[in-house]
Every structure is written in structure tokens, then in C-alpha cells.
């Protein structure tokens, strides 16, 4: 059974860094692009960027290109999202999430990890 | 502002029939397949149409998806109240080389 465990909830401050995890298991993690979704409470879902594992060739939206990084441990088939210096409007829920075949959108999701970030 | 675009609401009394449009462009839906997803409060979305119409294990057959040139529907036939949820629609975008979701639409059974 496919299944994506993200890592809990995190409160941080401003400036402060950040790396969420999303473990990967039931399906060969290295054939699969993972995708890093945000959402903003009430609001839509926004595509940050993608990996595909077996040769960490990585794609950002451009509305998060610089802002984020996206980095995978084939080791451990864990998918990781991080943040150099958080700003008060990263504060949303990520999701990681595992494309389907052939550059088509996610079919499995993991639960989210919610983030917020006040001083 | 979304790639795709959905209208904000959507309602309909139990049995009814409710569609929920997502219009797109060339380099998403005009060349690529729609997928939907159904979203609660506070859980993650959950893939309920892959491939503009095909439905996961599990799903009920009164969803249902179509498409046609860059925009595409999603039907909700038999409106039951445990329907009411967020649907996004979402496609692969060429140009973007990603996944584009439109801004979703919040179904309420009245």
C-alpha cells in the first residue's frame, strides 16, 4: 500500500529554518516524481516544485524558485522540503505528494504538515 | 490567482445534480488529462477522478469527469450531504513543466 508520512505540525518564528520530511513507503520510491503543494488556510492549492528521486532532478514553480529547497534521501525514501528564513506568510499547510505516471498530477497525497510562523 | 479556473461555490438539494466547470488553457487541459480531487475540512485532498473520467477504487460511479478542448466539468449526480467538500480540478501544464490546480470549488447540499 502506497503511503506518505509527513512530519508534524511546526511554530517557529520569523527567520527562523525549517525542514519538513515526507517518508515515502509501498512503492519503489526512486520512479516517482514527489511534488511539494502548499495552502494557505481557506484557500487553493499551489504546486512549489518537483523531485524525481532516482536522479534528484528537481523543477520549482516559478513563485517559490529561490525560496525553497527540495532535496530527497533515496536511503531512506524520505522527500524533504526546507526553508532557509521563514517569513510570516509561509505560515500554510504543505502537502507532499507522489505524481502519477507520465508528468500527470498526484494520485496519492500525504496528510499534510501545518506551519506557522509568528514572532 | 489560479492557473485553472473554478468557480468559487457550487450548491444543489439531496438528488440533484451538480457541475463544476475548470477552464484551462492549450498547455494544461488542452493537451493533458484533468484530474479532480475531493478535500474536507482540515484533511488532505484526495484523488476522485483521474484521466478526465476515470474513478479510483472506491469511489462512487455518481462522480463523474469530461473534457472538451481546454476546459473540463465534473458532475455530481444523486447529491448526497456527505458530498459537501472543496473539489479542485488539476493538470499537468507543459509550459510550466507542473502540476496546475485550479482555486477550488466548495460544494454545499442544502
Known amino acids: 500500500e502506497v503511503s506518505l508520512v509527513q512530519s508534524g505540525a511546526e511554530i517557529k518564528k520569523p527567520g527562523e529554518s525549517l525542514k519538513i520530511l515526507c517518508e515515502c513507503s509501498g512503492y519503489s520510491f526512486a520512479h516517482f516524481w514527489i511534488a511539494w503543494v502548499r495552502q494557505v488556510p481557506g484557500k487553493g492549492l499551489e504546486w512549489m516544485g518537483i523531485i524525481f528521486p532516482d536522479d534528484s532532478d528537481t523543477r520549482y514553480s516559478p513563485s517559490f524558485e529561490g525560496q525553497v529547497t527540495i532535496l530527497v534521501d533515496k536511503s531512506t525514501s524520505t522527500a524533504s522540503l526546507q526553508f532557509v528564513s521563514l517569513r510570516d506568510s509561509d505560515s500554510a499547510m504543505y502537502y507532499c505528494?507522489?505524481?502519477?505516471?507520465?508528468?500527470?498530477?498526484?494520485?496519492?497525497w500525504g496528510q499534510g504538515t501545518l506551519v506557522t510562523v509568528a514572532s | 490567482q489560479s492557473v485553472l479556473t473554478q468557480p468559487p461555490s457550487a450548491s444543489g438539494t439531496p438528488g440533484q445534480t451538480v457541475t463544476i466547470s475548470c477552464s484551462g488553457s492549450?498547455?494544461?487541459?488542452?493537451?493533458?488529462?484533468i484530474y479532480w480531487y475531493q478535500q474536507f475540512p482540515g484533511k488532505a485532498p484526495k484523488r476522485l477522478i483521474y484521466?478526465?473520467?476515470q474513478r479510483p477504487s472506491g469511489v462512487p460511479d455518481r462522480f463523474s469527469g469530461s473534457k472538451s478542448g481546454t476546459s473540463a466539468s465534473l458532475a455530481i449526480s444523486g447529491l448526497r450531504s456527505e458530498d459537501e467538500a472543496d473539489y479542485f480540478c488539476?493538470?499537468?501544464?507543459?509550459?510550466?513543466?507542473?502540476?496546475?490546480f485550479g482555486g477550488g470549488t466548495k460544494v454545499t447540499v442544502l
Open positions: 505528494a507522489r505524481l502519477g505516471d507520465d508528468y500527470t498530477p498526484p494520485d496519492f
Open positions: 484521466r478526465i473520467n
Open positions: 492549450s498547455s494544461n487541459i488542452g493537451s493533458n488529462n
Open positions: 488539476a493538470a499537468w501544464d507543459d509550459s510550466l513543466s507542473g502540476v496546475v
